[in-house]
């Protein structure tokens, strides 16, 4: 730790005591804090972790002598991709896109051909009406379709059915079955059904929808399911209800997660490694400025998310609140004191282990590796570290890629954290945070200098000067403006205090 | 003309402390009209805070600046002009955006209602530049100049505010030998219009030739004056040093070995017209000599790496090496210590030993990219010790020592990965006596162990003190090779400039 970061380190520590005590009823009590309640303290520590690895990204690519203003959009755009890769779809068996062939007539016109796939007597469940609809097939058809011209549009199904409404001409239909027999929950045993017919296999968290033309409809998650031949006997989680009966369909549908965690985890990492490859290789191969670079990044990358999610808020739901979600937003207990309605937890929030792991991974490479000497070095004189034997370029791009990389981290976590994230908004002006926290913790712009220590500490002031604002109820219209004056004092005092030790040094050395 | 005996320009007593260190203490000086006093002394001796103190950028704590022989308190920049003392900087304090006028007239433009007032500027630049000798037009944007044209703008804009003493600090350290010989006839020029000039050089054979008078100081004490009939080199190294330097350059005849380094048909991509073609022994010196600006540098570039060879082959030990880049150098054993060490070999503010062990952590990592610190540590303590670099410890932060240990920091960085060809451009500029000696001794020993060492140098008596043989360039190619016993300054002068009647006597 050199004298630079003890600095932000001794704020820190001042900004935390007068936290303490201006958020206690008195001097002497200072549990009674609202700051040191324990779910304040968590959700900072949370925020450090996510805001730090941020901070620690864009260190990187500031020892180099650069910057990336692209963190922010790259926050958004992982959070959409893993979205997007992490989405769940539930299939029903046998869909079909469907209108009716005249005004109230009871001719459905299938796009595709549904000829083996329905077959009379079947029971179809039609959406997008007022009510889902139940059907019944009475006579299946295939048919040529043609447009008006007599283009061939392809083989269709004619269905006649039993049980429109006035209402329904277009929409979607799936086929339902009905219920042999079932079981309601009582004691250890599990709710469970038995149906019949259906096409796929079901396992454990596929769905059912249950539907009842005038009870309604109910959505139920397979614990467990097993099948005897076309027999399907499937356990679920939840409780059928009182109100269940053999008169309610079944529709089940598959749960289709279009890629494994760890698969979409990847992606979205790897996606955001290749973003930070090209921003180094337009740095050093095509010699453009990396604040030119990273700002296009910045609008592109905030575009391209809203663009993929079509500007539509992207969540997690509670698809993922057992698995990858907890990650995010769960916590490690620890204590727990208090009784009743009045007990208290304090745990570590998950987010600090991803933060320590990565926090002490880069303070290895920069401090203990070639590499992070090399970093050290380019950022301070490139020409002389290329004079050196140095592969700058190589060295610069890594930093690009470490810096994405761990905003694409910070991006993931930020998104399981909240849930739900919205394109527009996700993630704005993130790299200024980061750029503050890294400023703060003693990297310096002109590039060569800084530590991990200090960025976490920066973090940590800038997390702080937040929750002061939030606790001390400051009108937070102000917050921008009181992080930025002590950010101003912060590298004031420091420009100062090494002028001030540069002098002395500068005197001690024309002595000797 | 004042009377004789009134300088126009005195110093008396004059000391100046800074916590710890006495930078100057009890010194005179004194400079009469129309004369050029140079002032030389090693790095350190005081000469920069003497020239401070009469710019007007520090006071002084004790004694008199007089004037005509009254006494002036020169406590800004400002007062020093009026009083007609003039500061040219070492690194040149104009505007590179601005024309010529503009930055002549620049701070004090002469202007109509609040604009300014441009045919005015042209108008009094003319005058200016015509009384220099400086020949463009006040119009012309400064970046379209070279730096001996720049410092004429310089010396242009202080005769403009009309000064009467200016202070030329180390003013040819950045110029060609055609530049140079224009500004000495500018200062000759100028002392016979009646300004008198403080030069300051390292450059010993300038000062020789240029002043009336020189002033030494050492220690920031005067350490003697020199009337013009007692200037002379020894004189001066006498003074400066402190002892008698008999034999600064003592070179002995070493054993030569084989051919390490050849090159042949070497088209760099600065002078692709021209073919380079030597070669180099174990345990020989090479000096290359030339003018600035005759390719030089540029081919110990190509030779390094950092400038691709646009054709020809470069062998080491009879191995052709591919010089796509430093690396390639580096790993064929061969080192080079820049020009400029501060923009290419050094990244100053990182410390002694992370310079030092630099370009040698590729080499001695451990397993996983890790850095072997035993032996960072070790090499940088064995250099520290073997150079005699001077420095509290090898934590110290390059920039803070002097710039002939710097010098040697960066020789250390190569000398730790044992090279077998040693290239140095420039190894003695701007750096004192005292390291340069040192910086000598240390070439021939580099040879002695079996080095090829091959340097630039644009002081004559260097090339001709140091080298075994002498390779003369002149605009991109080599005009001549002199052995040792053919070396004069005349020999050399011809080559260089490509003049080439002398037939040079191959002998590899």
Same mark, same amino acid.
């Given at each position: 730790?050199?004298?630079?970061?003890?600095?932000?380190?001794?704020?820190?520590?001042?900004?935390?005591?007068?936290?303490?005590?201006?958020?206690?009823?008195?001097?002497?009590?200072?549990?009674?804090?609202?700051?040191?309640?324990?779910?304040?303290?968590?959700?900072?520590?949370?925020?450090?972790?996510?805001?730090?690895?941020?901070?620690?990204?864009?260190?990187?690519?500031?020892?180099?002598?650069?910057?990336?203003?692209?963190?922010?959009?790259?926050?958004?755009?992982?959070?959409?991709?893993?979205?997007?890769?992490?989405?769940?779809?539930?299939?029903?068996?046998?869909?079909?896109? &469907?209108?009716?062939?005249?005004?109230?007539?009871?001719?459905?016109?299938?796009?595709?051909?549904?000829?083996?796939?329905?077959?009379?007597?079947?029971?179809?469940?039609?959406?997008?009406?007022?009510?889902?609809?139940?059907?019944?097939?009475?006579?299946?058809?295939?048919?040529?379709?043609?447009?008006?011209?007599?283009?061939?549009?392809?083989?269709?199904?004619?269905?006649?059915?039993?049980?429109?409404?006035?209402?329904? $001409?277009?929409?979607?239909?799936?086929?339902?079955?009905?219920?042999? $027999?079932?079981?309601?929950?009582?004691?250890?045993?599990?709710?469970?059904?038995?149906?019949?017919?259906?096409?796929?296999?079901?396992?454990?968290?596929?769905?059912?929808?249950?539907?009842?033309?005038?009870?309604?409809?109910?959505?139920?998650?397979?614990?467990?399911?097993?099948?005897?031949?076309?027999?399907?006997?499937?356990?679920?989680?939840?409780?059928?209800?009182?109100?269940?009966?053999?008169?309610?369909?079944?529709?089940?549908?598959?749960?289709?997660?279009?890629?494994?965690?760890?698969?979409?985890?990847?992606?979205?990492?790897?996606?955001?490694?290749?973003?930070?490859?090209?921003?180094?290789?337009?740095?050093? %191969?095509?010699?453009?400025?990396?604040?030119?670079?990273?700002?296009?990044?910045?609008?592109?990358?905030?575009?391209?998310?809203?663009?993929?999610?079509?500007?539509?808020?992207?969540?997690?739901?509670?698809?993922?609140?057992?698995?990858?979600?907890?990650?995010?937003?769960?916590?490690?207990?620890?204590?727990?004191?208090?009784?009743?309605?009045?007990?208290?937890?304090?745990?570590?929030?998950?987010?600090?282990?991803?933060?320590?792991?990565?926090?002490?991974?880069?303070?290895?490479?920069?401090?203990?590796?070639?590499?992070?000497?090399?970093?050290?070095?380019?950022?301070?004189?490139?020409?002389?570290?290329?004079y050196s034997g140095?592969?700058?370029?190589?060295?610069?791009?890594?930093?690009?890629?470490?810096?994405?990389?761990?905003?694409?981290?910070?991006?993931?976590?930020?998104?399981?954290?909240?849930?739900?994230?919205?394109?527009?908004?996700?993630?704005?002006?993130?790299?200024?945070?980061?750029?503050?926290?890294?400023?703060?913790?003693?990297?310096?712009?002109?590039?060569?200098?800084?530590?991990?220590?200090?960025?976490?500490?920066?973090?940590?002031?800038?997390?702080?000067?937040?929750?002061?604002?939030?606790?001390?109820?400051?009108?937070?219209?102000?917050?921008?403006?009181?992080?930025?004056?002590?950010?101003?004092?912060?590298?004031?005092?420091?420009?100062?205090?090494?002028?001030?030790?540069?002098? %002395?040094?500068?005197?001690?050395?024309?002595?000797? | 003309?004042?009377?004789?005996?009134?300088?126009?320009?005195?110093?008396?007593?004059?000391?100046?402390?800074?916590?710890?260190?006495?930078?100057?203490?009890?010194?005179?000086?004194?400079?009469?009209?129309?004369?050029?006093?140079?002032?030389?002394?090693?790095?350190?001796?005081?000469?920069?805070?003497?020239?401070?103190?009469?710019?007007?950028?520090?006071?002084?704590?004790?004694?008199?600046?007089?004037?005509?022989?009254?006494?002036?308190?020169?406590?800004?920049?400002?007062?020093?002009?009026?009083?007609? &003392?003039?500061?040219?900087?070492?690194?040149?304090?104009?505007?590179?955006?601005?024309?010529?006028?503009?930055?002549?007239?620049?701070?004090?433009?002469?202007?109509?209602?609040?604009?300014? $007032?441009?045919?005015?500027?042209?108008?009094?630049?003319?005058?200016?530049?015509?009384?220099?000798?400086?020949?463009?037009?006040?119009?012309?944007?400064?970046?379209?100049?070279?730096?001996?044209?720049?410092?004429?703008?310089?010396?242009?804009?202080?005769?403009?505010?009309?000064?009467?003493?200016?202070?030329?600090?180390?003013?040819?350290?950045?110029?060609?030998?055609?530049?140079?010989?224009?500004?000495?006839? &500018?200062?000759?020029?100028?002392?016979?219009?009646?300004?008198?000039?403080?030069?300051?050089?390292?450059?010993?054979?300038?000062?020789?030739?240029?002043?009336?008078?020189?002033?030494?100081?050492?220690?920031?004490?005067?350490?003697?004056?020199?009337?013009?009939?007692?200037?002379?080199?020894?004189?001066?190294?006498?003074?400066?040093?402190?002892?008698?330097?008999?034999?600064?350059?003592?070179?002995?005849?070493?054993?030569?070995?084989?051919?390490?380094?050849?090159?042949?048909?070497?088209?760099?991509?600065?002078?692709?017209?021209?073919?380079?073609?030597?070669?180099?022994?174990?345990?020989?010196?090479?000096?290359?000599?030339?003018?600035?600006?005759?390719?030089?540098?540029?081919?110990?570039?190509?030779?390094f790496?950092?400038?691709?060879?646009?054709?020809?082959?470069?062998?080491?030990?009879?191995?052709?090496?591919?010089?796509?880049?430093p690396?390639?150098a580096i790993?064929?054993g061969i080192a080079l210590v820049p020009?400029?060490r501060?923009?290419?070999g050094l990244?100053?503010?990182?410390?002694?030993?992370?310079n030092i062990s630099l370009a040698a952590?590729?080499?001695?990592?451990?397993?996983?990219?890790?850095?072997?610190?035993?032996?960072?540590?070790?090499d940088?303590?064995?250099m520290?010790?073997?150079l005699?670099?001077?420095?509290?410890?090898?934590?110290?932060?390059?920039?803070?020592?002097?710039?002939?240990?710097?010098q040697k920091v960066v020789l250390g960085k190569w000398l730790s990965m044992m090279p077998k060809i040693l290239l140095l451009?420039?190894p003695?500029?701007?750096?004192?006596?005292?390291?340069?000696?040192?910086?000598?001794?240390l070439?021939?020993?580099l040879?002695?162990?079996?080095l090829?060492v091959?340097?630039?140098?644009?002081?004559?008596?260097?090339?001709?003190?140091?080298?075994?043989?002498?390779?003369?360039?002149?605009?991109?190619?080599?005009?001549?090779?002199?052995?040792?016993?053919?070396?004069?300054?005349?020999?050399?002068?011809?080559?260089?400039?490509?003049?080439?009647?002398?037939?040079?006597?191959?002998?590899?």
């Open positions: 730790m050199n004298a630079k970061s003890l600095g932000i380190f001794g704020l820190l520590v001042m900004l935390f005591v007068f936290m303490v005590l201006m958020t206690s009823d008195s001097w002497t009590n200072i549990f009674s804090s609202t700051f040191l309640q324990s779910n304040n303290l968590e959700n900072l520590l949370r925020r450090v972790s996510m805001y730090g690895l941020l901070g620690i990204g864009v260190a990187f690519v500031i020892i180099t002598g650069g910057i990336d203003l692209s963190v922010g959009s790259i926050v958004c755009l992982a959070g959409c991709l893993l979205g997007i890769f992490l989405q769940v779809d539930y299939q029903p068996a046998s869909v079909f896109e &469907v209108h009716r062939a005249k005004v109230a007539s009871d001719m459905l016109l299938v796009h595709g051909n549904a000829d083996g796939v329905y077959k009379v007597g079947d029971r179809l469940r039609m959406y997008r009406g007022r009510q889902p609809a139940l059907l019944t097939v009475q006579n299946v058809e295939p048919v040529q379709l043609a447009d008006s011209e007599g283009e061939s549009l392809g083989i269709g199904t004619v269905l006649k059915v039993q049980g429109l409404t006035r209402d329904e $001409d277009s929409g979607q239909v799936a086929k339902a079955f009905e219920i042999l $027999d079932f079981g309601q929950a009582q004691g250890g045993q599990a709710a469970w059904v038995r149906i019949t017919g259906v096409p796929f296999e079901l396992a454990a968290r596929d769905r059912i929808a249950f539907f009842h033309p005038s009870l309604g409809l109910k959505d139920l998650v397979v614990r467990k399911a097993s099948r005897e031949g076309e027999v399907s006997k499937v356990e679920f989680e939840q409780a059928l209800g009182e109100r269940f009966s053999k008169e309610w369909m079944a529709m089940p549908t598959a749960r289709k997660q279009r890629m494994a965690i760890p698969i979409a985890i990847m992606s979205v990492l790897g996606i955001a490694g290749c973003l930070g490859l090209l921003h180094g290789l337009l740095v050093t %191969r095509v010699h453009l400025q990396p604040f030119v670079v990273t700002l296009c990044g910045l609008l592109i990358y905030r575009g391209i998310s809203r663009w993929l999610v079509d500007d539509n808020p992207v969540g997690f739901g509670i698809e993922y609140k057992e698995t990858l979600s907890p990650l995010g937003s769960g916590k490690l207990s620890l204590f727990e004191w208090g009784t009743g309605d009045s007990v208290q937890t304090f745990g570590v929030p998950y987010p600090l282990f991803v933060f320590l792991f990565a926090a002490v991974i880069a303070a290895v490479f920069l401090n203990l590796t070639i590499w992070g000497r090399y970093l050290l070095a380019l950022g301070s004189n490139e020409e002389a570290a290329r140095i592969r700058t370029e190589r060295v610069t791009i890594l930093a690009y890629v470490i810096c994405t990389i761990s905003a694409a981290t910070g991006g993931i976590l930020f998104a399981l954290d909240s849930g739900s994230i919205s394109p527009s908004s996700f993630g704005n002006f993130y790299e200024l945070y980061a750029i503050a926290a890294a400023v703060l913790g003693g990297c310096s712009l002109r590039g060569g200098e800084g530590s991990i220590f200090g960025v976490i500490a920066g973090t940590a002031v800038m997390m702080l000067l937040n929750n002061l604002i939030l606790l001390l109820k400051i009108p937070d219209r102000l917050e921008f403006t009181i992080i930025g004056l002590v950010i101003l004092l912060g590298v004031t005092l420091d420009e100062t205090v090494r002028r001030i030790a540069a002098r %002395r040094r500068a005197m001690k050395s024309a002595q000797s | 003309m004042p009377e004789v005996d009134t300088p126009l320009l005195e110093v008396r007593k004059i000391g100046k402390q800074f916590p710890g260190v006495r930078a100057l203490h009890d010194v005179d000086l004194s400079v009469r009209q129309a004369e050029v006093l140079a002032v030389i002394g090693e790095n350190g001796a005081g000469k920069s805070t003497l020239m401070k103190i009469l710019a007007g950028v520090q006071m002084p704590d004790r004694g008199q600046v007089l004037i005509d022989g009254e006494t002036v308190t020169l406590d800004s920049v400002k007062a020093s002009l009026d009083s007609g &003392v003039a500061l040219i900087h070492q690194e040149l304090n104009l505007a590179e955006n601005l024309q010529v006028g503009e930055n002549i007239y620049l701070g004090r433009e002469p202007n109509r209602f609040g604009f300014i $007032d441009r045919k005015q500027i042209n108008a009094d630049a003319v005058k200016v530049l015509e009384q220099i000798g400086l020949a463009v037009e006040p119009t012309t944007p400064l970046s379209d100049l070279s730096i001996g044209q720049r410092q004429m703008v310089e010396i242009a804009k202080a005769m403009s505010v009309g000064a009467r003493v200016l202070i030329m600090d180390e003013p040819t350290s950045s110029l060609s030998s055609a530049e140079a010989e224009r500004l000495f006839e &500018v200062v000759k020029d100028l002392r016979t219009r009646g300004v008198s000039v403080i030069y300051i050089s390292h450059r010993l054979g300038e000062v020789k030739a240029l002043s009336n008078r020189v002033v030494v100081l050492r220690d920031g004490e005067n350490a003697g004056v020199l009337g013009s009939d007692e200037i002379t080199h020894d004189n001066m190294v006498r003074l400066m040093v402190g002892r008698d330097v008999s034999q600064f350059y003592s070179r002995e005849t070493l054993p030569i070995g084989d051919v390490v380094l050849s090159v042949e048909g070497l088209r760099t991509p600065t002078w692709p017209e021209h073919e380079i073609a030597f070669s180099i022994r174990q345990g020989e010196i090479v000096g290359i000599a030339g003018l600035v600006g005759a390719g030089r540098t540029e081919m110990l570039r190509t030779l790496g950092v400038d691709y060879p646009v054709a020809g082959t470069v062998a080491v030990a009879g191995k052709k090496i591919d010089l796509k880049s690396i390639a790993e064929a020009e400029d501060k923009l290419n990244v100053i503010d990182m410390s002694v030993r992370h952590l590729s080499r001695n990592r451990l397993a996983g990219g890790f850095l072997n610190r035993a032996i960072e540590n070790r940088t303590t064995q520290i010790r073997d005699r670099i001077k420095t509290p410890n090898d934590a110290q932060i390059t920039r803070f020592l002097s710039g002939g240990n710097q451009d420039e003695t500029r701007g750096i004192d006596v005292g390291a340069k000696q040192e910086i000598y001794q070439m021939e020993k040879a002695k162990e079996g090829a091959l340097f630039v140098s644009s002081e004559m008596e260097e090339i001709m003190g140091m080298s075994d043989r002498t390779i003369v360039m002149h605009e991109g190619r080599i005009t001549g090779e002199l052995q040792r016993s053919e070396l004069s300054e005349e020999s050399i002068m011809q080559l260089a400039t490509g003049n080439a009647n002398k037939v040079a006597t191959v002998t590899n």
